[in-house]
């Protein structure tokens, strides 16, 4: 891995840079180049150890499978809060609205996340607010216009799901289409495409639930 290696080499950089110093300050090697040369090493190693900690932290927040591309983590982050924004925003999560975040998320990332998780994230939005639009802002960049339409996609199966829509979810909707930067006639397209995907298989489901026999 990429990140193990900065932090090995950066870690042997920075020990042969501190020895360097060492032995000039301890008068065990008197040439002043050795101390200018063993401080150089020392900064670089320390910059490498640095790069690699983060490449190292940045991996436990990017799935492990589905979505391949360094736009994961910032489409992860912002599906949970998308839809949580809209579950919450009567200010009450209940069961049934956790197993269908679980379940949309494994859909969309084909990684996990627990039911724990998502009530933790929740009462941790609830206690601190919700700015959604901001939130979407700061990871809106690393979005392309597919991953956009997904996180779009995933709120409106959150506020379709229940069957009971009042103004406060459409009021966050709105809050995400503005933090990924969607005009209205592109967040009605999808709407449209949503509610018809809908209809059609609401309609495969009731064929399957009566299905017609036929006339002997």
Do not use: W
Request: charged share 25%.
């Amino acid at each position: 891995m990429v990140s193990t290696k900065f932090l090995g080499i950066g870690t042997l950089m920075l020990f042969i840079g501190l020895s360097a110093i060492a032995a000039y300050m301890f008068k065990i090697v008197p040439n002043g180049n050795i101390y200018t040369i063993g401080a150089g090493m020392s900064a670089v190693g320390i910059i490498l150890m640095g790069i690699g900690g983060v490449s190292l932290a940045g991996k436990a927040f990017i799935p492990q499978s589905g979505i391949h591309n360094a736009d994961s983590a910032a489409f992860s982050i912002g599906l949970i809060r998308c839809m949580l924004a809209i579950s919450i925003a009567d200010d009450y999560l209940d069961d049934d609205e956790v197993k269908q975040i679980a379940k949309i998320y494994k859909h969309l990332t084909e990684s996990e996340i627990s039911e724990e998780m998502i009530r933790d994230t929740a009462a941790e939005m609830q206690q601190y607010g919700i700015d959604i639009e901001q939130e979407l802002k700061n990871v809106a960049p690393s979005l392309d216009n597919p991953l956009k339409e997904k996180l779009i996609n995933a709120s409106l199966f959150i506020l379709t799901a229940d069957g009971d829509m009042d103004e406060d979810e459409f009021i966050m909707l709105d809050d995400i289409r503005l933090g990924i930067g969607m005009s209205l006639k592109q967040l009605d397209r999808i709407q449209k495409d949503f509610m018809k995907n809908q209809k059609v298989e609401v309609l495969n489901e009731n064929q399957d639930d009566n299905p017609q026999t036929e006339a002997t």
